[in-house]
């Protein structure tokens, strides 16, 4: 049976010959693809589509290896699709925000503004400190500072004698920052540490919905702007900063995909000739109307702890003027970028389903017999999990102790092998090592191997085993011998899997109440980073 | 007389009204300007252009001022026009490179590294410390790190368990870094620390060379290419990023401006259907042979201390495979970009042409008589910041004490006001101030005012004055009163500019030897900044 698109789907072969499991990154060339490549068999079954290549090689392809999920078409996020376009009523009932002390301690909260500066394009953060740097704080809860020739935080307040037009008392009109730069920051963050002149208001403006405004009423303008690279320039004593890009960036399939809009930066277009530049600065001058109507104007005001994240590559920003006799305006700044804002939310989204998953797991084959003790094994877990916090343990041992026998489930939304007796502290750690560091894993991993370890270093250690535990050491290889058990303490994390081999030992006691696995959420999401 | 052009032309009105001269900033949306805008008069002469709008605006283009330079038409230089594009032979007689301690001390040295970087996209810095870290230096010469996932800066050697290819003794096949990223990080630098291992040579392919190639051969293929969005994408446990973005990506006017190279990191493609599906991977696997091609790959080794700086957007790199038990391999890597590169570079064009500009009114104007006194001009500068030099005064203080007196000159070169005695302080302190900070402009600015001071201050100053001072102080305003000299004494620079006045008065031996102007010209050039 011949398959369709050979290379494109051997391309995509999931082996672990052809991929790295973990990053998915490919161990192989598109040239060491050989001419010619077809398929020899192709069998579709339950399980999937089986191929053996005509080079040798097979692949599987589960079913539903190439099933779309919700975020398919939608790309890197970066164009109109996908994404809310607004105009200022959409905003009546209020803005996308969020307290900063329940942002930084419910990952829900994150993945809402992070998810809105996405789609919308912005998000406010109320109550953050009013100290200077803090700025830095909230870019360094889902990305990197960029610094720039204006240094790593930059002060928008009234300078002596200012050489940039930011740093006056006077309006400044929606525009995005930077467009001199390439690549231009993509996100920008302002942070309000003093807001009391009269006036100093902030606007935004969605410039994806001007430019579809623009798309809408004036084709040929849009097109003009889209196709024309403008020379934007920014110079002062210690930068000479240019680049050369269209107002309207679209994708190679014509989405819309990055604004740059500020007349203040622009230099002299030397492009285009005769007609063309009059029609380039009509349909300029059409786009500058939409940007300034009414209904698209976003306009708030930032107090003190405000702090504004948007989208530089989409929102204009803008402020009316203030006056400067009747108090002060300072806002603290910085750039960061989008990629790394959506790797954090899909990561944060990643690692709440994969705790949606185990507390599933645990409320479910949990609720199961736990090898003949009296405790159930979600009990069983959640006790250990309960005695290591109670001892103090740091975070990452706490769950360890809590997660250790999840090897013992079968869940297919875990995907777990069955472990067998001997194998299930690894195959839980090496779940685990998705979503948590080594150590959280590895005492997890040589938990079995703590056991046999204590019964031949430790006198009367054996004697206390439960008869099941007793059972299953012997289908774990017995005790140590003396040469394994000093290479076992010699190792990396061997006092870590003794203590929690001792929790687990401890948590077979049907008489103590164990906590709900909810309780350690937290810690597990902030161990997992 | 109607104008052609008149938005464009009244968009680059080069008055203070209309722009900041400082940043080249308007000051106007480009909605302000009327609809219907025409010119009123508008009348040539050798002085320029000048025009009174129909809003009564009046603006004056000096001639030439639309004149273009030898950059025009390359935009921000970030196309395949203006790039020398290259095979290995054109590197036959040598890699463009530099000695580190020579790039530091030598601005024109700076200078040809960093055109190499922007025209052949690499330069390899030698002799560099063989310290960690040193790679943020390096970058720090020119621009800004981007931290990313990998941190501030990454290790490239062999890791245990990698997660990342980059990170084993394997062969690494061309291709950029990061496509998973956008913004990608358009700069790349490596520094070798250690590289004692058999294999291990590093490689270099020019991505817009091999694309133009495939223009060439294959125009069906090339357009594929630069037309289909691809979905690049890396996951480890602590991120997950994504970009869809083209191979081969084009400015809007067909150039190419951008090369995403890498198989390892090509997620499932799932745009395209049928018949392009297939046709796009005929053309991947066409580009991917064209990247292979012998004469296309320059070969090098990185010994300790060399640094490689090279535009990730356009160069794929590579490195052979190397044997771990023969030897070490260690590379420290980071991130940068090439915008603030080419403002650098720019800057240090700027100043050194500045600098070209003040060593020839020194030679020129300044071998003129100097008010009536025994020396030249120049004579009396020179001596000015030798004396300043010799006291130990720091470098801002020894460039006020040589530059005290340029608002004497009148060259055309400098575009200088003539200074009346009175204002050649000022006069001198404006112009310098577009290439130095207030510690050096501040004091030429006042070291009028501070004669003044010292005749009322200081007891037998006035008697020490030449008789060609004492003539220009009834000129300058006389002494100052006691109320004046005491607000001057408060006031910042009072004491430099006191310092600077004291050389002045003493720089007038005609039987002192004075050094060149060329040995100030790197103290200078790094006030400049």
Known sequence: MPVPHPYWLRDNCPCTECRNPRSGQKRFRIGDL?????????????????????????????????????????????????????????????????????????????????????????????????????????????????????????????????????????AVAPHTDNPYRDPVPTL???????????????????????????????????????????????????????????????????????????????????????????????????????????????????????????????????????????????????????????STLSVLRRNTAALDELEALFAGEGAGEYLGEAVTMAEHMLQAGALARAAGAPPALVAAALLHDIGHFHGSGLELMAGTDNRHGETAADWLSRYFPAAVTEPVRLHVPAKRYLCTAEPGYFAKLSPASVHTLSLQGGPMTPEDAAAFAAGPFAADAIAVRRWDEAAKDPAVSTPPFAEFRPLLLELMG
Chains 1, 2 share one sequence.
């Not at 099933?67 to 398919?72: H, N, Y």
């Not at 953060?125 to 830095?136: D, K």
């Not at 798309?215 to 934007?232: G, I, S």
């Not at 989405?255 to 530049?277: H, K, P, V």
């Open 188 to 342: 920008q963050l302002l942070h309000c540490l003093r807001n009391d002149a009269a006036g100093g208001d902030s606007g935004l403006v969605d410039g994806f919905r001007a430019a579809a405004l623009l798309r809408a009423e004036d084709p040929e303008a849009f097109a003009l702007l889209a196709r024309t690279p403008v020379p934007f320039r920014y110079r002062d004593r210690t930068a000479d900063l240019a680049a050369e890009m269209p107002m309207i960036g679209l994708d190679p399939r014509g989405a819309i995909r990055e604004i740059r809009f500020n007349n203040r930066s622009i230099d002299t277009l030397r492009s285009l000739r005769g007609a063309e530049l009059d029609a380039f600065y009509a349909a300029y001058r059409r786009f500058a109307e939409i940007t300034l109507r009414p209904e698209l104007q976003l306009e708030f005001r930032l107090g003190p702890g405000d702090c504004l994240i948007f989208d530089n590559t989409r929102l204009l920003h803008a402020r009316t003027a203030f006056e400067q006799a009747t108090g002060g305006r300072h806002l603290q700044g910085c750039y960061a970028d989008l990629d790394s804002l959506s």
């Open 34 to 170: 050989p001419d010619g490549l077809t398929a020899t068999e192709a069998v579709e079954d339950a399980a999937g589509l089986h191929v053996l290549w005509s080079d040798g090689h097979r692949s599987c392809y589960p079913a539903g290896w190439d099933a779309r999920d919700e975020d398919s078409g939608l790309g890197d996020h970066r164009t109109e699709h996908g994404k809310r376009l607004w105009e200022a009523a959409d905003f009546a009932r209020g803005l996308p925000e969020a307290d900063w002390p329940t942002y930084l301690a419910d990952p829900e909260e994150r993945i809402a503004v992070l998810a809105a500066v996405r789609r919308s394009g912005f998000a406010v953060l109320r109550g953050v400190p009013v100290e200077e740097r803090r700025v830095l704080d909230v870019a360094r809860t889902f990305g990197y500072v960029r610094d720039t020739n204006y240094g790593e935080l930059f002060d928008v307040r009234v300078e002596p004698d200012a050489v940039n037009f930011a740093f006056t008392d006077a």
